[in-house]
């Protein structure tokens, strides 16, 4: 029997939580070690998870104790930590977003990929159960090619309770959320390139944008429509549901709250409903987030294990990052910007 891989989570933070469960059913792998800068979370996180060792340097990764590193920090600090596990041929599963540049961004990639070390960005949006599915469905051709689609992220939730630092983030929704949504515009409908975006600050105080609307024009010649926002009060809130809908030559795909997909094609409507997974740790509103964390994790270990390019490596993730880059380029100049000249 082919033994586990071993692996070091680093940062245990606010979403850490969600990826040490997830760890805990990936097969193929365990978590032996965590890392946090604060000894005392490090050691709490540790006792909580049954975790062997814990630590409080990232400088762990030089012990050769490790098969693979799940980094869990903030992007600002991707780029060293990533190269400390390039340095020692650790291959890593990195928080997005990526990091807080288009440039850092490549110095990653060519660093990691001039050691052929494999990198993949931790991009849980598009292994939701709810995508996959659609996925599915525009892949038997039932509604035909794809010329139009919209997908819609707003509620009002507070993210600045668990998250302050956001409060201060000069580039914030777009970073965040809107990361996951090009992803997943770009894995439901292709690879894009012309990007029009207004971005607006509505909660006082903030430094950067809390709401942001995205056009792009994707290669197939299909549009899209990418709407963000941290402003938008309802009730019940609709927090973490993306909502929208996808349309082709042949019928439409409606992406409803409560996890529903309305079908219309060959003149005909039907509904499904996407069911969660039932895991013991999981709760709601969470529950659609957190389940798509296992599947994540999965295709990275399968991946590591039977070789294969990961679905959001880091060389690919360079595509999502150049449409955030262009939609941040195009709300502070008003033109529509070119996701591949940048």
């Known amino acids: 029997m082919t033994k586990p891989l071993k692996g070091l989570l680093i940062g245990c933070g606010f979403f850490a939580r969600n990826q040490l469960h997830a760890w805990s059913e990936t097969a193929g792998a365990?978590?032996?070690?965590v890392c946090d800068r604060d000894a005392e979370r490090a050691r709490s996180y540790a006792a909580e998870f049954s975790i062997?060792?814990?630590h409080d340097t990232a400088e762990i990764l030089s012990s050769g104790a490790f098969?693979?590193?799940d980094i869990c920090t903030t992007m600002?600090?991707?780029?060293?930590?990533?190269?400390?596990?390039?340095?020692?041929?650790?291959?890593?599963?990195?928080q997005k977003p990526f990091a807080p540049d288009i440039d850092t961004c490549r110095r990653i990639v060519a660093n990691a990929a001039e050691a052929k070390v494999p990198v993949m960005v931790h991009e849980n949006f598009r292994f939701q159960k709810i995508f996959q599915r659609i996925r599915g469905i525009l892949d038997s051709g039932e509604i035909g090619d794809v010329t139009f689609g919209r997908l819609s992220w707003r509620n009002a939730i507070d993210v600045y309770s668990n998250q302050p630092y956001l409060l201060q983030t000069k580039r914030f929704i777009i970073m965040d959320v809107g990361i996951h949504m090009l992803d997943l515009a770009r894995f439901l409908f292709g690879d894009a390139g012309d990007v029009s975006c207004f971005a607006q600050s509505v909660k006082e105080g903030l430094a950067g944008e809390d709401a942001a609307t995205i056009l792009l024009r994707h290669h197939n010649h299909?549009?899209?429509?990418?709407?963000v926002s941290y402003a938008s009060h309802r009730f019940p809130n609709p927090f973490p549901q993306t909502l929208g809908e996808i349309e082709g030559r042949f019928g439409t795909i409606q992406i409803l709250e409560g996890e529903v997909l309305q079908v219309h094609s060959d003149g005909q409507q039907r509904r499904e409903i996407i069911q969660n997974d039932s895991r013991s740790w999981t709760s709601s509103p969470w529950t659609q987030i957190q389940d798509s964390v296992p599947r994540t994790q999965q295709h990275f270990i399968d991946t590591l294990r039977h070789g294969g390019d990961f679905e959001t490596s880091a060389e690919d993730?360079?595509?999502?990052?150049?449409?955030?880059?262009?939609?941040?380029r195009s709300a502070e100049t008003g033109r529509v910007v070119d996701?591949?000249?940048?």
């Open 317 to 328: 993730s360079l595509k999502t990052y150049a449409l955030a880059e262009a939609a941040y």
């Open 30 to 33: 365990e978590i032996v070690a």
């Open 339 to 342: 996701a591949r000249t940048l």
């Open 76 to 94: 600002e600090t991707h780029e060293e930590l990533v190269a400390l596990a390039v340095r020692h041929r650790v291959p890593v599963i990195v």
């Open 67 to 69: 098969d693979f590193v």
């Open 222 to 227: 299909a549009t899209s429509i990418v709407d």
């Open 52 to 54: 062997p060792a814990w």
